[in-house]
C-alpha cells in the first residue's frame, strides 16, 4: 500500500504541484478491414501509415504529422444527433484523467493517474487486463498525477511514469518486458506525456520546468530500453541574442543592461533554466526530423536570476531523429517571466508562405491565443494568427504586489493538442481565458522543490470562460469561434464527417460543425471531460471515445469513466 508522507498544492491558479516520499499531410477515408498487416504486432509500415488507417487509431494523436484528423465519415453531420454511448468503463482511480485512448486491432489501451495501464476490447469495453506501476520512494510532479497515454510498436506498449521512469509492457499481457530511469525525481523531473514510437526508438521528453531541472527529450532502444541519444533543450551557451520583442514583435520591456550584468556575476544559467517537454513531438520521415515545443523557464516569474534568452525555452525546435542533433529552433518569448510557455505539440501539415507557395509546415498553438505557423525547413515564422482570447497590458513585468495581464499564466491553448482539417484548410483549437495577476519574490534555487519565483493569482471577480476556434492557418484569420462556459483544457478531434469533437470541464462533451461551429451533439458525462477524444472503427462500426475524469489544474470535478459512443441502431 502506497503512503503519502507529504503533499504540497498550490491553489494560486489551479496550479497543482506535488511532492510525495512514499515506500512501497491529407487523410482519404479507408473503408473494411484493416490494409496494413496484422495489427497484433505494430509495424513500422502501420504506423507510417496511420493517417490514412480509418478502423485504428495508433498515436497519441493520431498519426506521426499529429493532425488528430480521423478519415471515417459514418458518423458526420447529419447523423451525430444520433449518437450514443455505446459502453462505460471504469477504471479504479477516481482522479484527473488526460490519456488519449490508442486503438489497435479492436484493442484499446487507456491509461490513468499514478500510472495504470488498461487494454480494453473496443468493442464491448471488457477489460483484459490491467497494469498498476509501483511507484519508486520520490515522485515530484507538476499540474496533477496525470498520463496522458501509451505508445505501441511491435509486440509492446509503453509508458512514461511520475517517477521519471519508462517502462516496456507486453501489449498482450500487460506484463513489464524492461523498465529504465530517465531522470532523477529527486531533482524535479517527472513523465506525464505519452512517448512517441519510430523506427525502432521511443522517444520522451520530460516534466520540470517548475523545478528548476535541465529540459531534454530522449531516445531509447523500443527493444532493450538502452538510451541512444538526448537532447538538452538548454544549451550550455543559452543567453541567445537578447531579443527584445517577442514574435509577433511586441517589446517585452526587458532590462538587457541589468541582465547583462547578472551574467558576469552568475554565469549561465543553462543547468537550472528548465525547458520542459510536456507533449509530443512531431515526425517527418521524409526528412528524418522531429519537431516539438518546448516550456517556460525556471524559475517562472523571476528573470533576475536567469539572465539572457533562456534558450531555447518557450521554442519551437526541430532535430535529427537517429543523432538528435540540433537543426534548427524558432523563440516565441525570450526571457519568459509570465509562464506563457509552449506546450500543445506541434503539427505538419502544407501551408501557404508569405509569397503564395505551398510549402512543409508547423503549426504551434500558443497560450498567447495565437497560432504559430512556420516554415519546416528552417523553423522560421510565417505567419501568427488573430488572438483568439483577449490580450491586455502585455508584456507587464511582475511585481511583488503583482500586475494583471491577459492572457494568464492558464492561458490560450495550454497543453491541449489542436486538430487539423486540411480540406478546409483549418486549424482547431481549445482556449482558455482565466485573468491573473503576476506577483515575482526572488528565491534561490532550492534543488528539486517548487521554484515559481512569485505566484499567478486568479482575479475572482472577473469572468473566467473558454471557446472552440477554428483559425485559416494560410491567413491566420479566424473562421468561428464558439464560446463555453469555463475555460477549455483537454484537446480536440476533427474527423472526415465534419465534425469536431471536445469536451469541457462541466462534464459536456460536444460535437461541432467543423465548417461552421454550429453545436450538433451534446452528452453529460457527469464529469469533467478534460481529455483529448479518439476514433476507431470496429465490426463495421465507427466509435468516437473520451475520458471523463476532471482536471486537477483547473480543479473540475474527477470521474474515472472511459466513454465509448456509436450511433444508435
Known amino acids: ?3 503519502s508522507k507529504s503533499m504540497f498544492f498550490s491553489a494560486l491558479v489551479g496550479l497543482a504541484v506535488f511532492t510525495i516520499s512514499a515506500n512501497p499531410f491529407v487523410a482519404k477515408e479507408v473503408k473494411g478491414e484493416t490494409l496494413y498487416g496484422n495489427m497484433a504486432t505494430v509495424t513500422q509500415d502501420m504506423m507510417n501509415r496511420a493517417g490514412a488507417d480509418a478502423n485504428n487509431f495508433l498515436h497519441t494523436n493520431g498519426n506521426y504529422a499529429q493532425t488528430r484528423y480521423y478519415p471515417a465519415s459514418q458518423i458526420n453531420t447529419s447523423n451525430v444527433k444520433n449518437l450514443r454511448p455505446a459502453w462505460i468503463f471504469q477504471t479504479e482511480i477516481v482522479e484527473s484523467m488526460e490519456t488519449s485512448p490508442l486503438v489497435i486491432n479492436g484493442v484499446m489501451y487507456v491509461t490513468t493517474s499514478f500510472n495504470h495501464v488498461y487494454a480494453l476490447d473496443a468493442a464491448t469495453g471488457s477489460q483484459i487486463w490491467h497494469y498498476k506501476h509501483k511507484m519508486g520512494p520520490i515522485t515530484t510532479y507538476c499540474c496533477g498525477p496525470n498520463n496522458r497515454g501509451v505508445a505501441a510498436y511491435g509486440d509492446k506498449v509503453f509508458m ?10 507486453d501489449a498482450k499481457t500487460g506484463k513489464k518486458v524492461w523498465d529504465t530511469q530517465i531522470a532523477n525525481p529527486e531533482l ?10 519510430v523506427n525502432g526508438k ?14 531534454f527529450v530522449k531516445a531509447y532502444d523500443a527493444n532493450s530500453g538502452r538510451l541512444l541519444w538526448t537532447f538538452h533543450t538548454t544549451p550550455e551557451i543559452s543567453v541567445g541574442v537578447w531579443a527584445k ?4 514583435g ?9 541582465e547583462k550584468a547578472a551574467l558576469k556575476k552568475l554565469g549561465d544559467p543553462y543547468k537550472t533554466v528548465g525547458g520542459g517537454v510536456w507533449q509530443n513531438p512531431a515526425v517527418d520521415l521524409e526528412t528524418n526530423r522531429i519537431y516539438f515545443v518546448a516550456g517556460n523557464p525556471s524559475p517562472d516569474l523571476d528573470g533576475s536570476i536567469r539572465p539572457g534568452d533562456n534558450l531555447y525555452t518557450n521554442s519551437l525546435i526541430s532535430v535529427n531523429l537517429d543523432t538528435g542533433k540540433y537543426v534548427c529552433h524558432f523563440q516565441y518569448i525570450a526571457h519568459d517571466v509570465w509562464d506563457l510557455d509552449a506546450v500543445s505539440p506541434p503539427i505538419l501539415t502544407h501551408v501557404k508562405d508569405k509569397n503564395g507557395k505551398t510549402v512543409k509546415g508547423v503549426l504551434h498553438g500558443g497560450k498567447t491565443g495565437h497560432v504559430y505557423v512556420h516554415k519546416a525547413d528552417d523553423c522560421s515564422l510565417i505567419r501568427f494568427s488573430e488572438a483568439m482570447v483577449p490580450q491586455e497590458n502585455m508584456w507587464v513585468l511582475p511585481t511583488k504586489d503583482g500586475k494583471r495581464m491577459l492572457p494568464g499564466a492558464n492561458g490560450g491553448v495550454e497543453w491541449s493538442p489542436m486538430t487539423v482539417d486540411a480540406n478546409l484548410g483549418l486549424v482547431y483549437a481549445i482556449n482558455l481565458h482565466q485573468p491573473m495577476t503576476y506577483h515575482v519574490e526572488s528565491t534561490p534555487y532550492p534543488g528539486g522543490k517548487l521554484w515559481l519565483g512569485g505566484a499567478f493569482k486568479v482575479i475572482a471577480n472577473e469572468e473566467q470562460w473558454g471557446n472552440v476556434t477554428a483559425v485559416d492557418y494560410n491567413t491566420g484569420q479566424i473562421r468561428w ?5 469555463q475555460p477549455m483544457i483537454g484537446g480536440i478531434l476533427a474527423t472526415a464527417g465534419g465534425l469536431a469533437f471536445a469536451g469541457e470541464g462541466n462534464g459536456l462533451f460536444k460535437a461541432y460543425d467543423s465548417a461552421t461551429g454550429n453545436v450538433l451533439w451534446q452528452f453529460q458525462a457527469g464529469a469533467g471531460v478534460n481529455a483529448p477524444p479518439s476514433s476507431y472503427t470496429v465490426n463495421g462500426k465507427q466509435y468516437i471515445v473520451v475520458g471523463a475524469g476532471g482536471n486537477v489544474q483547473l ?6 469513466n472511459i466513454i465509448a459512443f456509436t450511433l444508435a441502431d
Open 555 to 560: 480543479n473540475y470535478k474527477r470521474g474515472n
Open 481 to 485: 469561434k464558439a464560446k463555453t462556459q
Open 245 to 248: 520583442n517577442d514574435a509577433t
Open 202 to 215: 521511443i522517444l520522451i521528453g520530460t516534466n520540470g520546468g517548475e523545478y528548476g531541472i535541465r529540459g
Open 1 to 3: 500500500m502506497r503512503r
Open 250 to 258: 511586441r517589446d517585452m520591456h526587458r532590462d538587457i543592461a541589468a
Open 188 to 197: 524535479g523531473y517527472s513523465e506525464t506525456m505519452a512517448p512517441t514510437a
Open 160 to 169: 512514461g511514469t511520475l517517477d521519471a521512469r519508462l517502462i516496456a509492457l
